[in-house]
């Protein structure tokens, strides 16, 4: 029996299946989707079973066994290992990144090595110099471990030890997905004995009386502890309790225990609402498609407080109701409890949550949940897309136009393609739900390639916030210097004195707080990047935000010798220090990276906003979305104009929907909202419309730019990004690769560069690329292929490297 393995090499040369040998014991267990850890050259990797053969094509002689299962039960299902094939080549990613990323962290092979002296010596044939290297036994369990602490004289006399074969290197593969054990202590014996125990025990061992002790006067109450309790409750040492045990007075074992990160917190159970009659017939559709089982990709368009979370629910729960399974993606999970709430109280325990804000241990506990079929609903972020169902019964994708659903690094999948590949299979409907949908959806539900849904209204038909443009220009010319408008200042005292609340939205993405000099204009720049420095106050430093490298700020301006070099740009901190010279009683909660940098602050601050115990909510983009609280009328949103200079033809695009999704906070209940937007470019359509709440005016002139500019949706794209640490290198790489590429590829396909990227050095590695732009290209798989095959040796070799971004969005 032959094992068809995808080794844990991401390397060009072993990108593809090796056959091992399997030895009878694993005959009866091992099947695809299975982990092994099998003999590659010298060393001892972790590997994926594809596929189980008879045979082997190659000379049998010379096929290795393999050396042992990881896995009784296989991590991935047949369906994740065929999809995982598909991934690979739309993204053009090695097999194995594509495998690994399929399963939590937890689970992905750590390498180490076991050193041991060798067995033919005698204790006194050890050379003196590597005897205190192993002081109790012949071994070292982990080289890892010990190297770490080890100096580099120590290491060196090691490895010569090792070359002369006194000690020899056992390759080990580990996985850290063990499950969470605790220890519990149970008490063996009686009452009785335990009085006799203290009777026997000599005086002197005070704290092994004092245990009994406790035993004694809490009999009745309990019988098991878990030892970290015992140990605080007691007070007494890990000794003491050993010492009862080799009495076998007490046991001690080791129990699994499911980490639940959500513990401790109740959740009230929430029935179905009633459906509005625009939220009814956006369901229908989507029920027939889930009970007669076709696979449909539905695009659910509906204003900001439609109410589509309603909709997602009462699918899901239909779904359910059939015995299967639903995935719901969120953006960035950890930035919507109240999201995650909702599902919690709807579903309970069913439903497990898979996002960045848990350790690895809990995302692997939540995974495991998955795959044994405990739970039957999983809501994440973008890599809950690979949730492990056998049964799936729909997708929900909410805000589809997030751009956080495209992976930025390899393997450069897009959920949403995901989603829909994994829904035919198993024919069950998608949702992708959005206010604001991205041009590409909501011009594929126009041609009818998706079913568009529409929900133009709010619930219980609450009016749509009023929406002022504010022209910062004209705030100028007429003697306001500061950073609010006179209508957000009067807006803001009005709302503190009717008890309401404010939202304050500040756009930072394109916009970084940065070291001027005032009299020469000098910006600290990286060393090894070609871009400024950012300005961090919390540790009064510079740091490069790409390479992480950290300076002291300057007092005097290295150029100039002026010392007024200074901090510019608005962060949340400047805006919070404004307002409070405005206003200084205000009470202000401040959301950004640093106020949230602690888990479960982001939660807690939101709650604290939502008891009403702060006049503002101030943050950055992580307070864009799914925020509902009625008390919130008013929205102000400073400097909405500053991406939309970024070099990506998406900037105009991506300013509309930020700017709708802010606004969308206010007024959702009761009390009407209002939204001032502070613009130095009031008369950018992408600002006009949001006004007059129009997405389909913003989709039609948007769609004539893409039109013009031979942009997507109208032309796919794919960037080709070229790096190495040889500027020289670089350039000629690339542009032999334009050319070789403007040569292969048909007439109507365009191909652009060499061109230096937008951020032209990053860690000392400079950058180039080449655009694709293409409508039908059916030799555009194989050619990029080709030429990843032509660098193979010279990536392996030399600092290049070769990356393919097939449908970038991310243009630097
Ligand atoms: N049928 C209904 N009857 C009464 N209230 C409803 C109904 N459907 C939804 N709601 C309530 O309306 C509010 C807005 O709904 P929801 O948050 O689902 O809107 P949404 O479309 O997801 O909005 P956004 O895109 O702005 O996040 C919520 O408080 C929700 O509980
Ligand atoms: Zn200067
Ligand atoms: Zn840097």
Redesign the pocket.
Known sequence: MIAKVIVDVAVNQTDRMFDYLVPPEFEQTIVPGIRVNVPFGPRKVQGFVIAIAEDSEYDSSKIKPLAELVDLKPPLTEELLALSTWVKDNTLSFHVTVLKTMLPAAMRAKYDKRLSIHESLDEGEVPESIQPFFPETNEIESWEKWSKDASELDKKVMMTAIKEEVVLVTPLVKTSDSVKKQQIVNLMVSKKDLEKAIESTPSRAIKQVKLLEFFISHFEDESEYTLTALLEKADVSRDTVQSLRKKNLVSIEEKAIARDPYEGRTFVKSEP????EE?QTALDPILDSIHQENHQTFLLR?????????VYLQAIDQVLKKGKEAIVLVPEISLTPQMVTRFKERFGSRVAVLHSALSKGEKYDEWQKIREGKVDVAVGARSAIFAPFEKLGIIIIDEEHETSYKQEESPRYHARQVAIKRGEYYKAPIILGS?TPSLESYARAKKGVYTLLT?ENR??HVKMPEVSIIDMREELRSGNRSMFSESLVKGISDRLEKREQTVLFLNRRGYSSFIMCRDCGYVPQCDHCDISLTYHRTNQSLQCHYCGHSETIPSICPECQSDSIRFFGTGTQKVEEELLKVFPEIRIIRMDVDTTRRKGSHEKLLRQFGEGKGDVLLGTQMIA??L?FPNITLVGVLAADSMLHLPDFRSGERTFQLLT?VS?RAG??LKPGEVVVQTYTPDHYSIEDVKSHNYLSFFEKEMGIRKQGGYPPYYFLVIIHVSSEQLDQVVSVTEKITHFLQRELSDQTFVYGPVASTIPRIKDRYRYQCMIKYKVEPKLTNTLQEVIKTYQSETTRSSLAIHMDMNPYMML
């Not at 609402?273 to 509005?276: A, D, R, S, V």
């Not at 509906?302 to 309603?310: D, M, P, W, Y």
Request: glycine letters at 20%; a positive charge; zero cysteines.
């Open positions: 609402l009633p459906l509005m939220q509906g204003v900001t407080g439609s109410g589509k979370t309603e206010a929900m619930v219980n979305k799914g509902d999704q969308g959702r209940h």
